[in-house]
């Protein structure tokens, strides 16, 4: 059972747009900031979000994020195949003293 | 860009002990939390703990008193070390930087992944 709860899968055409929710707790999303990772299988995970909304350079502007009380979004528009991985939201847990994940979703581009 | 390479035994015995290394290249050694990350098979992804420049750690709570990092900042290695293994221990392992700003962190690099199987 993860800290963090986010949707086993979400799915959407190509070219649609598709979001993904992170829900947590004020020790953790509530009052620190949260980053989202792709992880394609075979790869090691990729930062795509940091600061709940900031972008690494190299990463399109077709990722966002968004924070609001205790839960957190990313999106991704202009699905593209390419995208088709597990994503996972992380953040610290001021509680646990620790880094916790979400259990991860999968993204099915149909 | 820095570069993170792994390795260690991919296969253990239940009860014996995990070790793996992690090599950083090109880069700062001091300044970052330098994590381990694991993956077991049809999971999502575990943080087992970090360690910084000077040996300061924070460990999973569920992993703790099974838990040894150590760093080497003589050769910019760090290490991890997890024993009394079991079939549950069996994961992918990612060393991995985590670069903290003054209000935030997030993992910026990764390691290549170390596939450990714990079967008798």
């Known amino acids: 059972q993860s800290v963090l709860t986010q949707p086993p899968s979400v799915s959407a055409a190509p070219g649609q747009k598709v979001t993904i929710s992170c829900s947590g707790s004020s020790s953790n999303i509530g009052n620190n900031y949260i980053s989202w990772y792709q992880h394609l299988p075979g790869t090691a995970p990729k930062v795509l979000i940091y600061?709940?909304?900031k972008r690494p350079s190299g990463i399109p502007d077709r990722f966002s994020g968004s924070k609001s009380d205790t839960s957190a979004t990313l999106g991704i528009a202009g699905l593209q195949t390419g995208d088709e991985a597990d994503y996972y939201c992380g953040t610290w847990d001021s509680s646990l003293s620790a880094v916790v994940f979400g259990g991860g979703t999968k993204l099915t581009v149909l | 860009q820095v570069h993170l390479q792994q390795w260690g035994a991919g296969l253990l015995k239940p009860s014996e002990t995990l070790s793996l290394t992690c090599a950083v290249y090109t880069g700062s050694f001091s300044g970052y939390y330098w994590s381990w990350v694991r993956q077991p098979p049809g999971k999502g992804l575990e943080w087992i703990g970090q360690?910084?420049?000077?040996?300061?750690?924070n460990y999973n709570p569920s992993l703790r008193t099974r838990l040894t990092m150590s760093v080497n900042t003589s050769k910019n290695q760090f290490s991890l070390k997890l024993s009394s293994v079991t079939a549950a221990d069996t994961a992918v392992y990612y060393c991995a930087r985590r670069y903290c700003d003054s209000i935030s962190c997030h993992f910026d690099s990764w390691g290549q992944g170390t596939l450990v199987t714990v079967s008798s």
């Open positions: 600061e709940n909304d």
């Open positions: 360690i910084n420049h000077s040996g300061s750690t």
